[in-house]
């Protein structure tokens, strides 16, 4: 039996070595898994699928998105006209994504949430690419997964170079 005036060390004790043990294990799902900033290849083709796992490091607000990248002016219009970046009178090309976001936690994999995303919208663009957040959510330390498919497109969207990304969301100022 431990004397009462030890029973705090070792409780404390047991207390580092669970939450120890809890961290390595976390830790261990994730080896070898590639963290947030990643793009995969992607073509806006009905039925077209890509899927992944990533290691969140630390609780952050992340967001799955298509990213249009382009190396001259011609491509940056015509990814704008297609992408809908120009408001009301032209919309862009019809396009339906579905995206499903999980984690995996002690082996089981779990549904965190899933989006139908009809004409998703761009949202920022930088000197070499336009942006579309198809869905942000906050994700906790661990594994987690992605699966985005494209269940209608329209043809004109098949000459688009696109990636999907996880990243940070970027939220502005």
């Known amino acids: 039996m431990i004397p009462a005036r030890r029973m705090p060390w070792a409780c404390s004790a047991i207390i580092r070595t669970a939450v120890a043990g809890c961290l390595a294990a976390s830790a261990a799902c994730s080896v070898g898994t590639p963290s947030p900033p990643l793009e995969q290849p992607f073509a806006l083709v009905p039925a077209q699928r890509v ?36 408001g009301p009178k032209a919309p862009g090309a019809e396009l339906t994504v579905r995206v499903q976001v999980g984690e995996i936690r002690d082996g089981r994999s779990r549904l965190l949430r899933h989006r139908d995303v009809v004409k998703p919208t761009l949202t920022s663009w930088s000197g070499n690419a336009l942006h579309c957040e198809l869905m942000p959510l906050p994700l906790s330390p661990g594994t987690s997964t992605f699966d985005v498919r494209v269940a209608a497109a329209a043809p004109a969207l098949r000459q688009l170079p696109v990636r999907v990304a996880v990243r940070e969301a970027h939220r502005g100022k």
């Open 51 to 86: 899927h992944g796992r990533f290691a969140v490091r630390q609780q952050e607000l992340y967001e799955v998105g298509l990213v249009y990248p382009f190396e001259n002016a011609a491509q940056r219009r015509l990814a704008w006209s297609l992408a809908g970046g120009s």
